[in-house]
Each structure stands twice: as C-alpha cells, then as structure tokens.
C-alpha cells in the first residue's frame, strides 16, 4: 500500500461465518448491527508501513453447489444446438423515424455534394453563395 495504513479494522456479519487469517490479527469484542440487529465480529490488523503489503486470507467462502455444473452445461448445449437446427431470433423490421429519414436525405445530399468533388454545380448557385455568405461571416467581413 502507498500510503500505508495504520490499525486497520475489518467488520465481517457472524451469519456468514467466514474466518480470517492475517499477520497482527486481533479479535475485537463482536458488536451489534443498528439496522439489521446482526452480530458483527470486528478485528484489528496490525498497522501497514507506508509500500508495505497488507495480506489477509479469509475461509470458508461459499462454493457452487453440485447442481450449478450440469445445468450450466445443458444451457450450453441448447444454445449450441439452436445453431445446428437452424433456429433464429425473428427480426424486427425497424420502422423509418423522422430522424432517420432526415439523416438518409442529409447524406444523399452529401453523396451527390461528394461525387462532384465537393465543387458547386451549375444548379447549386444558391448553395455556393448561402456558403460564400456563411464564410464571410464567420470571418468577420
């Protein structure tokens, strides 16, 4: 730890009956929760010098249990087996939105723009002098 820790408290509920293994490890007197009513035991660690390496090992985590592997199992093969089978997820047809159909026109105007490398075209006078105006305001003139 880079700034070390000095007396390190470690709270853990007594229902979930963990056990914890540390350097300097000292159990304190187990208290009561306020919210839930619970016991708690409370331990003290041994202070951490600054770039020191705090370690604690904590048993009795709960595990899997023997149902979990086999069933994961068989999800596993039924997801697989819907690719062999051919089976899809039906697709939803999007409906246009105003905001699509703007950006479809937006960027046909922008391909047409593009494909005459990006110049004016006879028919677009007013685009060139709107720009022209656009450009001569943003440079203050």
Known sequence: ?????????????????????????????????????????????????????????????????????????????????RWVLGWRRTRVEKRPTKSRGRRDELFASWSKWNAHGGAAGAGDAPLAQRRAELVAADRGG
């Open 1 to 81: 730890m880079p700034l070390g820790l000095e007396n390190p408290v470690v709270m853990v509920p007594e229902s979930v009956h963990l056990t914890l293994a540390a350097p300097g490890l000292q159990a304190m007197v187990s208290q009561t929760d306020d919210v839930e009513g619970a016991r708690i035991q409370i331990f003290q660690l041994a202070s951490v010098p600054r770039n020191g390496v705090l370690s604690i090992t904590v048993s009795g985590l709960p595990t899997r249990g023997a149902l979990a592997k086999p069933s994961r199992r068989c999800w596993w093969r039924l997801w697989c087996s």
